[in-house]
């Protein structure tokens, strides 16, 4: 049976691409941002996962605000990246790994979740600059991908309650597949951030690490907040933090906090990082 070995939370920020470009790693400004991540290689490397499944949000690669799905999953055998411009300049593509696509995807539909299906796929920032961040000394990711969009974009998003139960569903089915892999969930984004508006720059610090203990203590703690109280809390980019949510909820039983890091501010952006795994 498969085996979910653990999650891991992160920031997308774009200008980490150009600092990852720029080996700027040890610049004073982006060190307590990369410094935070040996432990995730240390843990990884102990680990050794097959497939990530990365949660994350288009921001308007695949989908745009005419055409834009609460949920969808890639069921391709490769996806390609096609950056918006900030991020690294060249990457390989990515490889899927159908069969586990499929089964998400099927037993989501099971469970009533509506899912787009996309047999096609690119990939932006979102979901590159996590996995280079995660595997930054290989040229190519080494593990096998399962891409999981969720809608932070274009209103009405799915209410923080959906995507802890969508999380739930990704687990349980993941646990159902009958191959011997090993799993590693990653959710990408936020934390609280507003890249517009009267509130540009805002950062809510508090908010933030309260969300981040959360997902260790009571990971159903953010649900009880309607997606206006989150935008409140948060920032209308803040939202991303449902990647965190579905992701922390593909966990079963209890679990442990493996390493945890937060820096303010990259760009304009509180960036948060999170190894979480089940305890045995």
Not at 51 to 64: I, K, M, P, Q
Not at 174 to 199: F, N, P
Not at 217 to 234: H, I, N, Y
């Amino acid at each position: 049976m498969a085996k979910i070995v653990g999650t891991i939370t992160t920031s997308h920020v774009p200008a980490i691409g150009r600092a990852l470009a720029g080996k700027l790693q040890d610049d004073p400004y982006w060190k307590p941002f990369f410094d935070g991540f040996p432990p995730v290689h240390a843990w990884l490397e102990k680990v050794k996962p097959d497939v990530a499944v990365v949660l994350y949000n288009d921001h308007g690669l695949n989908f745009f605000l005419d055409k834009m799905p609460t949920f969808a999953v890639g069921a391709a055998p490769q996806y390609h990246n096609a950056d918006e411009g900030w991020g690294i300049p060249t990457l390989p593509p990515y490889q899927g790994d159908p069969a586990l696509s499929w089964q998400l995807i099927e037993d989501l539909v099971a469970r009533e979740f509506d899912i787009t299906t996309c047999q096609e796929m690119l990939v932006d920032h979102a979901f590159s600059l996590p996995l280079k961040l995660l595997w930054p000394a290989s040229e190519s990711c080494p593990v096998r991908t399962v891409p999981v969009c969720i809608n932070t974009v274009q209103y009405p998003l799915p209410s923080a309650r959906r995507c802890y139960k969508l999380g739930k569903a990704i687990g349980e089915a993941i646990a159902g597949w009958d191959d011997d892999l090993r799993v590693v969930i990653i959710g990408t984004g936020g934390l609280s951030h507003q890249l517009d508006g009267e509130r540009a720059g805002f950062i809510n610090k508090d908010f933030d690490l309260a969300f981040m203990e959360s997902l260790i203590a009571d990971p159903e703690w953010a649900t009880q907040f309607s997606m206006e109280e989150l935008v409140e809390k948060t920032g209308t980019q803040g939202v991303e933090l449902l990647m965190w949510l579905a992701a922390r909820a593909a966990l079963p039983g209890a679990v442990r906090k493996v390493h945890a890091n937060y820096h303010i501010p990259i760009s304009n952006t509180a960036a948060g990082l999170m190894v979480i795994e089940t305890v045995a």
